[in-house]
């Protein structure tokens, strides 16, 4: 079983950026498919990103495209999400999630196993 711990978080104003870490403990993160969720106050969890375990293409939410960018250093065993022009809607808690050897990313969080604590990133306007 994968333990996944999300950090990078906090509180940024708007225009501005941060890089969220998604690290896992107990198991290489290499053969998991990586994907970034997110849940603002009042709203259900949207997905935000996704990189395949290997190959494949990383996907995108449309809200984010152009903006966001996922990554994953296996040797460091951690993905990351850098997060630029960051916008007040933005604010939300992120997650990392995990599924062993999906070939494509999913948007559909009952498609993943594993589930990180979530980290808070706020920005103002």
């Known amino acids: 079983q994968v333990q996944l711990v999300e950090s990078g978080g906090g509180l940024v104003q708007a225009g501005g950026s941060l890089r969220l870490s998604c690290a896992a403990s107990?198991?290489?993160?290499?053969?998991?498919?990586i994907s970034w969720f997110r849940q603002a106050p009042g709203k259900e969890r949207e997905f935000v990103s996704g990189?395949?375990?290997?190959?494949?293409?990383?996907a995108y939410a449309v809200s984010v495209k152009g903006r966001f960018t996922i990554s994953r250093d296996n040797a460091k065993n951690a993905v990351y999400l850098s997060m630029n022009n960051l916008k007040p809607e933005d604010t939300a808690v992120y997650y990392c999630a995990a599924v062993l050897f999906a070939t494509a990313v999913s948007d559909s969080q009952s498609r993943y196993d594993y589930w990180g604590q979530g980290t808070q990133v706020t920005v103002s306007s």
């Open positions: 990189i395949p375990w290997r190959g494949g293409s990383t």
């Open positions: 107990g198991r290489t993160l290499g053969p998991y498919t």
